[in-house]
C-alpha cells in the first residue's frame, strides 16, 4: 500500500488532469502550486500576497529549494520515505497538526482531495503535482 502510493506520487500532473477531468470540478489540480501562489488584491483567493512554498519555508530557515521542478514530487530528494523527515509526515503535519487551529482545517476545511486524488480505475490514491512556481 505504501510503495504503491508512492509510486503513484510521481505520476505527472498531466496524467491526474485526465483523471480530474471524469471526476468533479477542481479547484487545486495541481495541488501544492495551485493554492500556494502569489495572490493579487481582489482575485478572490483567501489570501492576499506571496503564499509561495519557497517563500514561506525560507521564513523558517529552510535551504533554498533551487534544484526543485515538480512539487511536491522532488522534495523526496531528501524528504524520502527513509530520512529523519518522510514527506507524507511533515507535509501532513504542517497542515493539521493542531486541527483547532492550523488555518488549513479552519479556512480550507482540511480537505485531502486538495493534495491526493483519486485514479477510480485503478483504485489507488495519488498526489497531485504542478511545476515550482518560484
Ligand atoms: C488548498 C490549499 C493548500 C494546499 C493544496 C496545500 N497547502 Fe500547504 N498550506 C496551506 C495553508 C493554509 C498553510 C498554513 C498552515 C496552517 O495553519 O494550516 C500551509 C502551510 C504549508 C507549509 C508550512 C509553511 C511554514 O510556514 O512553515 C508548507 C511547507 C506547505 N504548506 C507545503 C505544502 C505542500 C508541499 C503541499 C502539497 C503537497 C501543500 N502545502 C498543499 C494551504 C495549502
Ligand atoms: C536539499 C534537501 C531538501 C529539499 C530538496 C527539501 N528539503 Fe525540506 N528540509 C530539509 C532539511 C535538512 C530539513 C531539516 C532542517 C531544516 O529545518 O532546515 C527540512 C525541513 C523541512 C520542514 C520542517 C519539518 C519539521 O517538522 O521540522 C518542512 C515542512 C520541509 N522541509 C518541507 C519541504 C518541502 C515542501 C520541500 C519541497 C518543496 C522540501 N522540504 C525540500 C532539506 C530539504
Ligand atoms: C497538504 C497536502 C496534503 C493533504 C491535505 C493530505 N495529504 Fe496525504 N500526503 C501528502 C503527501 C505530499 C504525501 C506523500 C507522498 C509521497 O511520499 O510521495 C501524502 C501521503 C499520504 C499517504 C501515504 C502513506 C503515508 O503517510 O506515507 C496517505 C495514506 C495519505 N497521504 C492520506 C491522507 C488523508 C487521509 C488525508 C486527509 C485527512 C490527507 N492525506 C491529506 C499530502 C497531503
Not at 489570501?47 to 519557497?54: N, V
Request: hydrophobic share 35%.
Amino acid at each position: 500500500m505504501r510503495n504503491g502510493i508512492h509510486a503513484l506520487a510521481l505520476i505527472t500532473a498531466a496524467g491526474l488532469l485526465v483523471v480530474s477531468a471524469v471526476a468533479t470540478a477542481d479547484d487545486y489540480p495541481q495541488g501544492c502550486v495551485d493554492c500556494h501562489r502569489i495572490s493579487e488584491k481582489g482575485s478572490g483567493l483567501r489570501y492576499e500576497g506571496d503564499f509561495r512554498i519557497q517563500p514561506l519555508l525560507a521564513q523558517t530557515g529552510h535551504r533554498w529549494l533551487k534544484k526543485i521542478k515538480t512539487v511536491p514530487n522532488d522534495c523526496t530528494k531528501c524528504h524520502s520515505d527513509d530520512s529523519d523527515l518522510p514527506l507524507a509526515t511533515i507535509v501532513h503535519l504542517v497542515h493539521f497538526e493542531k486541527p483547532e487551529a492550523n488555518v488549513y482545517t479552519t479556512e480550507f476545511g482540511g480537505k485531502c482531495a486538495n493534495c491526493h486524488a483519486m485514479d477510480a480505475p485503478a483504485g489507488e490514491a495519488l498526489v497531485k503535482s504542478g511545476p515550482k512556481n518560484w
